[in-house]
């Protein structure tokens, strides 16, 4: 089965910030990575698939990028609402998910 | 809109058997595969398997062994069942329609399962 090893495990960032959170899966994926936002007590929501490709309706400020095993997710300008968990998922394969990041407002 | 919703107990014994129902509306069975994930209290999530929409299954090989899932599509109903349940089986399952791509995207509200005697 493929790792995808996320980090890091949390993030404190300031409102307007840019943060990165990274995936590095154990074999190539072939840019099939998504990534996943998670609010306390609700089921994740889909953000961005094949590495950058963003959902219908989710704000530009959120971005992908990556190729081979390695895989980053931006979110630009943080705002309040940004504060959730972020997962990455490889479907190259078997899916699995990353460990996720939690990203706190400072 | 497209909606699915699991059902089932709350508490399952040790060594029992789960076994879950995933409701869903606005789109057909015969179309779009379902996965189940599960997560683990304050923990990642897990992918446990798909229904495939031509009827067949994919399963975790963590899971190869005690899940089976099946459906009903004159119900749009999805069915998990999982054997031998052991404490770490407490958790939140969900299911989710697949996306573009086949990966999970519509999901259901989940449903919390405690596996406590």
Request: charged fraction near 15%; glycine fraction near 10%.
């Amino acid at each position: 089965d493929i790792q995808m090893t996320q980090s890091p495990p949390s993030l404190s960032a300031s409102l307007g910030d840019k943060v990165t959170i990274t995936c590095q899966a154990s074999q190539n994926i072939n840019k099939y990575i998504a990534w996943y936002q998670q609010k306390p007590g609700k089921a994740p929501g889909l953000l961005i698939h094949y590495t950058s490709t963003l959902v219908s309706g989710i704000p530009s400020r959120f971005s992908g990028s990556g190729s081979g095993r390695d895989y980053s997710f931006s979110i630009s300008n943080v705002e309040s609402e940004d504060i959730a968990s972020y997962y990455c998922l490889q479907y190259d394969n078997s899916p699995t998910f990353g460990s996720g990041t939690k990203l706190e407002i400072k | 809109q497209v909606q699915l919703k699991e059902s089932g107990p709350g508490l399952v014994q040790p060594s029992q058997t789960l076994s879950l129902t995933c409701t869903v509306s606005g789109f057909s069975l015969t179309s779009y595969s379902v996965h189940w994930v599960r997560q683990h209290s304050g923990k990642s999530l897990e992918w446990m398997g798909r229904m495939w929409s031509d009827g067949d299954t994919s399963y975790n090989s963590a899971f190869t062994s005690r899940l089976s899932i099946s459906r009903d599509t004159s119900k749009s109903q999805v069915f998990l069942k999982m054997n031998s349940l052991q404490t770490e089986d407490t958790g939140t399952y969900y299911c989710a329609r697949e996306a573009s791509g086949g990966l999970p995207g519509d999901w259901g509200q989940g449903v919390m399962v405690t596996v406590s005697s």
